[in-house]
């Protein structure tokens, strides 16, 4: 088998792993365009002051949770939905407390103006403008709730750490990438990558 990096030889070539290329899988391809796989995203916890936590709703599979957390995702989407790079919520737990919702807001990936941070306190905003009873649509009189952030969750925050390449690079060659943003775009690059101020002359290999 004349494949390397992982390379699975077919008998005519080499297949070659993801962000692994040449005849025998021997480079690390020169950029690796890693924004979609970060899933950008802000923690937040809701308190519903309305509805009380019942047993079942510690059961993902059970009709009482799901029935809420349809209901819970349809009022988020009402309330984000003007919020800059909104695609979603996903509840992670529910807990006593009238009910705590701890959840993710799924956002799109920044522009390179815009910082998470930002991204928080717009959520933030939202949620809390629409927390009163008036505001509560076919929910009024259940879905009173309060919000708070409570935290990042965004896999990796600094975007300049040569760690948040690792887990995107082939193993053998990973030392050697680093993040760099282009446009609106959050790439993994080396030194031989064309076009950017670090790169250098790979024109003798």
């Not at 924004?35 to 019942?54: H, K, P, Q």
């Not at 956002?107 to 941070?117: M, N, W």
Request: hydrophobic share 30%.
């Amino acid at each position: 088998d004349p494949c390397l990096n992982g390379g699975h030889w077919t008998g005519i070539d080499c297949l070659c792993p993801p962000n692994i290329e040449g005849p025998r899988c021997q480079f690390g391809v020169p950029t690796i365009n890693i924004t979609a796989e970060l899933g950008f995203s802000v923690t937040m916890e809701a308190r519903v002051i309305n509805r009380n936590f019942s047993e079942d709703m510690g059961d993902t599979s059970s009709t009482a949770y799901r029935g809420f957390v349809d209901e819970f995702s349809r009022t988020m989407d009402r309330i984000y939905h003007n919020v800059s790079g909104y695609r979603g919520t996903r509840v992670l737990t529910l807990a006593r407390g009238s009910v705590v919702v701890n959840y993710k807001v799924l956002l799109h990936p920044p522009a390179r103006t815009t910082s998470l941070d930002h991204r928080a306190r717009e959520l933030l905003e939202a949620a809390n403008a629409a927390a009163q009873p008036h505001n509560c649509s076919h929910l009024a009189g259940r879905c009173q709730a309060t919000h708070g952030r409570s935290g990042l969750g965004s896999p990796h925050w600094c975007f300049s750490s040569p760690e948040l390449c690792r887990k995107y690079t082939p193993a053998r060659f990973s030392r050697y990438y680093y993040p760099r943003w282009m446009g609106n775009s959050l790439f993994c690059i080396s030194n031989c990558s064309l076009n950017v101020p670090s790169s250098i002359s790979c024109n003798n290999g």
